[in-house]
């Protein structure tokens, strides 16, 4: 069993910057592939990045592909999403995900979830 808790959310400007991190316990993450997901009020949960156990591999959405990057430190059993330019439309409750084998981008692939982290972006 995997548990997973987000930190970092917050209220930010457009343009401005977050980091998220994603700290697990129970289990090393090291043999879990770690995905974020983000929920905007009324919308599906969508995927937003992904990245492979040891973190050489990593997917981003094209909607924030340039802008976030994820990445891991296994040492610290964390995973982390840099945030940058920042937009209104970024705005929604961010998840991480950890499930086994290859990264995913579909949400029912990960088995592991945490309670997200609101961010929020001010026009």
């Known amino acids: 069993q995997v548990q997973l808790v987000e930190s970092g959310g917050g209220l930010v400007q457009a343009g401005g910057s977050l980091r998220l991190s994603c700290a697990a316990s129970?289990?090393?993450?090291?043999?879990?592939?770690m995905g974020w997901f983000r929920q905007a009020p009324g919308k599906e949960r969508e995927f937003v990045a992904a990245?492979?156990?040891?973190?050489?591999?990593?997917y981003y959405a094209d909607s924030v592909k340039g802008r976030f990057t994820i990445s891991r430190d296994n040492a610290k059993n964390t995973v982390y999403l840099q945030m940058n330019s920042l937009q209104p439309e970024d705005t929604a409750v961010y998840y991480c995900?950890?499930?086994?084998?290859?990264?995913?981008?579909?949400?029912?692939?990960?088995?592991?979830w945490g309670q997200g982290t609101q961010v929020t972006v001010s026009s």
């Open positions: 995900a950890a499930r086994r084998f290859a990264p995913q981008v579909v949400v029912a692939s990960y088995d592991y």
């Open positions: 129970g289990r090393t993450l090291s043999g879990y592939s």
């Open positions: 990245t492979s156990s040891s973190g050489g591999t990593t």
